[in-house]
């Protein structure tokens, strides 16, 4: 596609539910990475893709977070057992390279009630 | 590890005053630096990079970037501001081409009156 495509735009979920937030990063970039963007906290690194490397899920900041990339191109983040400090801003990026610049998505608004 | 430093966390300049955003960062080894911009409701875009070469930096919508290797600073400018260019501003790091994860300063509210 012509840019980095993110779903839901917005999700509201009430605590202790699951979530699924999906990127479709674009056509031949390789690389994949999560951010997120809380109010205050600036934004922090979840999860990187390469390839068919093992990803790098040294960001994810608890094990009810989880991520998979399929066929080398779509990408799920799920949050288990949501809790309201997970509110934030879930942004995914995409790049041709590592170091090429990231093109960004609009990101998914994630509210828990 | 790299980390980057925005100074300012606010500011606001008229309409077709110069602005400038300072960035420092830190850092071992050699770095690539990048300047992302976001608007109200909207994604991160990026304006410009530095991977190597010229140390002056020209980037989208009249913005530039000076590296600045002995003072670890990587500033923003532009000469003249618009209304548009409402918005908050990030720096962002990166170092060797091994490394992909990128390190956010804080980001700067640039806000421009009329």
């Known amino acids: 596609g012509a840019g980095v495509s993110q779903s839901p735009s917005n999700k509201v979920t009430e605590k202790g539910k699951d979530v699924e937030l999906r990127c479709d990063p674009i056509s031949g970039h390789t690389a994949l990475y999560w951010y997120r963007q809380s109010l205050g906290q600036g934004l922090e690194f979840l999860i990187y893709?390469?390839?068919?490397?093992?990803?790098?899920k040294s960001g994810l900041p608890s094990d009810r977070f989880s991520a998979e990339r399929t066929g080398g191109s779509v990408s799920t983040l799920t949050i288990q057992r949501t809790q309201q400090e997970d509110s934030a801003v879930y942004l995914c990026?995409?790049?041709?390279?590592?170091?090429?610049?990231?093109?960004f998505g609009s990101g998914t608004r994630l509210t828990v009630v | 590890a790299q980390s980057v430093t925005q100074l300012d966390s606010q500011v606001p300049v008229f309409e077709e005053a110069p602005v400038e955003l300072r960035c420092n960062y830190s850092?071992?080894?050699?770095?690539?630096l990048f300047w992302y911009v976001q608007y109200p409701n909207q994604g991160l875009q990026l304006l410009l990079k530095?991977?190597?070469?010229?140390?002056l930096v020209k980037g989208i919508n009249g913005f530039e970037a000076e590296f600045n290797k002995s003072q670890t600073s990587f500033h923003l400018r532009k000469p003249s501001v618009h209304i548009s260019d409402t918005a908050e501003y990030f720096c962002a790091v990166t170092s060797g081409s091994n490394d992909y994860k990128l390190s956010f300063g804080a980001g700067t509210t640039v806000t421009v009156r009329a």
């Open positions: 990026a995409s790049s041709f390279k590592a170091n090429y610049g990231y093109t």
């Open positions: 893709f390469q390839g068919n490397s093992a990803p790098d």
């Open positions: 530095y991977l190597s070469g010229s140390t």
């Open positions: 850092s071992s080894v050699s770095v690539y």
